[in-house]
C-alpha cells in the first residue's frame, strides 16, 4: 500500500528535523539571532523577545531530507513537478530569510518593505505558474461540492499568483503564537495526503504524497521545539515557506478552491486583516481589537495554549470538511 510506504519520508522528515533542532537552535542561540517583537504586540508576547528566531530551517532542511531518503529508498528520481513545489517552498523561505536577517542587522521588527516583499513574492510565484503552464496543467478550477469546472483561460496565471502570494502571507500572518502556524499547516497538509494520492491516479501525474507525508514530518519535527513555551520561532523564513509549499501542491493537483477548507486559518486571519484596515479607513472604527484574529482572542484575555488548541480544532473541522467536499463529487476531470 502507498501510505506504508510514505511512511518512510514521514519519519524521516521528522527525525531529520528533530537532529537540525538539537544542532541549529543553540547556534541561532550563540550568534543571537533573537525574535524582534513588534512594538504594538500584546504584553504577553514581550517575554518571547530573544527567543531564536529562523526556525523555518528546521522542517525545510528536514522536508529535503525526507525527499532525498524516499528516493534513495526507492530508488528512484524526484519528477519535475516534485521538483518545482520544492523550488518555491525554498524560494519563498530565502524572501523570509531576507526579511529576517534584515530585522536581525536593524536591531527591531522592521524587515524588507512591504512592495519588496510583494515583488519577490509575485516573481517567484510568476516563475511557478509559468513552469506548470509548460506541463500542460490546463486552466480550469474546480469548484468543490460541485465537482464542475470553471475555465478561468489566459487569468489562470493570475489567479495562482494570487493564491501563492495570498497564502504565503496568511500562514505569515498566522504565525503569531508558539506553535499556532506550524500546527494548523501541518494539519492542512496531512488532509492534503489523500488529495495528492488521488490526484496522481485522476491526472495522470507523478504523486506528490511522499513529499507531503515529508514534509509533515518534518513540521511535527519542528513542533517538538516550537510549541509552548516555544524554543525558537520559524520566522518569516518558514512562515512564507510553507504557504508556498501548501499553495504549490494546490495548484498542481488542481484543487487550489480545497485551500478555502484545507487552509482555513490562514485564510481567515489574512481576512480578518483585511477588514480591519477597510474599516479604520473608510469608517474611523476598528471591528478587532487587534488583527490577525488571534490577538483579538489574547486581548479577551485568552491564554496563548487555549487560543492554539481552539485554531487547531477549527482547522481540522475545515480539513475534513474539504475531504468531504472533494470525495463526495469526485474532484478532478
Same mark, same amino acid.
Given at each position: 500500500? +502507498? ?11 521528522f527525525l531529520a ?5 538539537? $544542532? ?6 550563540? $550568534? ?6 513588534? +512594538?504594538?504586540?500584546? +504584553? ?24 532525498? $531518503? ?8 524526484? %519528477? ?37 516583499? &510583494? ?9 511557478f505558474m509559468w ?20 475555465? &478561468? ?58 513529499? *507531503? ?10 513542533? *517538538? ?21 501548501? %499553495? ?6 488542481? %484543487? ?38 488571534h490577538h483579538h ?7 496563548? *495554549? ?10 481540522? *473541522?475545515?480539513? &475534513?470538511?474539504? &475531504? ?10
Open positions: 500500500m +502507498e501510505f506504508l510506504k510514505d511512511a518512510v519520508p514521514l519519519i524521516a522528515g528535523a528533530v537532529l537540525l533542532g538539537k $544542532v541549529l537552535i543553540p547556534w541561532l542561540h550563540k $550568534v543571537k539571532f533573537g525574535q524582534h517583537i513588534r +512594538e504594538d504586540a500584546p +504584553e504577553t508576547h514581550r517575554k518571547k523577545a530573544g527567543t531564536p528566531t529562523m526556525g523555518g530551517f528546521i522542517f525545510i532542511l528536514g522536508t529535503i531530507a525526507s525527499s532525498l $531518503v524516499n528516493h534513495v529508498w526507492r530508488k528512484t528520481t524526484p %519528477s519535475s513537478l516534485e521538483v518545482s513545489v520544492l523550488a518555491l517552498y525554498c524560494l519563498m523561505g530565502l524572501v523570509g530569510f531576507l526579511d529576517d536577517y534584515r530585522k536581525i542587522r536593524r536591531g527591531r521588527n522592521l524587515g524588507l518593505r512591504a512592495r519588496e516583499k &510583494l515583488a519577490y513574492q509575485i516573481l517567484i510565484a510568476g516563475a513552469f506548470v503552464a509548460t506541463t500542460g496543467r490546463g486552466t480550469a478550477v474546480v469548484i468543490p461540492f460541485s465537482g464542475k469546472a470553471l475555465d &478561468l483561460g489566459f487569468l489562470y496565471g493570475v489567479f495562482g499568483v494570487f493564491v501563492i502570494v495570498g497564502m504565503a502571507n496568511g500562514v505569515n500572518l498566522t504565525d503569531g503564537l508558539d506553535g499556532l502556524a506550524g500546527s494548523v499547516v501541518a494539519e492542512g497538509l496531512a488532509a492534503y495526503y489523500p488529495v495528492a494520492l488521488a490526484a496522481a491516479g485522476a491526472l495522470g501525474i507523478p504523486s506528490l504524497s511522499p513529499l *507531503v507525508a515529508g514534509s509533515v514530518g518534518a513540521i511535527l519535527g519542528f513542533l *517538538v521545539y516550537n510549541r509552548h513555551p516555544a524554543r525558537v520561532i520559524m520566522g518569516d523564513i518558514g512562515a512564507l515557506a510553507l504557504g508556498g509549499l501548501l %499553495s504549490g501542491i494546490a495548484v498542481v493537483t488542481r %484543487s487550489e478552491l480545497l485551500l478555502l477548507f484545507l487552509a482555513f486559518v490562514p485564510i481567515v486571519e489574512n481576512i480578518t486583516v483585511i477588514m480591519q484596515v477597510i474599516s479604520f479607513q473608510l469608517f474611523g472604527k476598528r471591528i478587532f481589537k487587534m488583527t490577525p484574529i482572542f489574547e486581548l479577551l484575555g485568552w491564554d496563548e *495554549v487555549r487560543i492554539v488548541r481552539m485554531f487547531r480544532l477549527t482547522a481540522a *473541522v475545515a480539513a &475534513l470538511l474539504g &475531504l468531504f467536499a472533494a470525495a463526495s463529487v469526485g474532484l478532478w476531470m
